[in-house]
């Protein structure tokens, strides 16, 4: 499967971004999809997993709370839409998917995409 991050910018702290992730080339719901993101010399984190109906959602505590994890199968589209951003926040995005179960390690992911740049200014 192919996966294409976009919605990425430059936002204000406080203010909300909505990452999006669109996805060709497989059938999109047998999929468990994910948000990971990497700063510059610096392991991938998990940011949020949801399950292929959507009905299972995970989040790291650090955007529990503020950061929301949909799908919408019929477009073979992921979102992650953050609110309440941190400076803390910014870094690369990236979006993955995984034919396995939901997974907070990237390891359990077998497909990603090209990142995307989230910049907060404090």
């Known amino acids: 499967v192919q996966l294409q991050a976009s919605g990425g910018g430059l936002v204000e702290a406080g203010g909300s971004l909505r990452l999006s992730c669109a996805a060709s080339?497989?059938?999109?719901?047998?999929?468990?999809m994910g948000w990971f993101r990497q700063a510059p010399g610096k392991e991938r984190e998990f940011v949020a997993t949801?399950?292929?109906?959507?009905?299972?959602?995970y989040y790291a505590e650090l955007v529990k709370g503020r950061f929301t994890i949909s799908r919408e199968n019929a477009k073979n589209t992921v979102y992650l839409q953050m609110n309440s951003l941190k400076p803390e926040d910014t870094t690369v995005y990236y979006c993955?998917?995984?034919?396995?179960?939901?997974?907070?390690?990237?390891?359990?992911?077998?497909?990603w995409g090209q990142g995307t740049l989230v910049t907060v200014s404090s």
């Open positions: 993955a998917a995984s034919r396995g179960y939901t997974s907070s390690y990237s390891r359990q992911y077998n497909y």
């Open positions: 080339g497989r059938t999109f719901s047998n999929y468990v």
């Open positions: 949801i399950s292929w109906s959507g009905d299972s959602r």
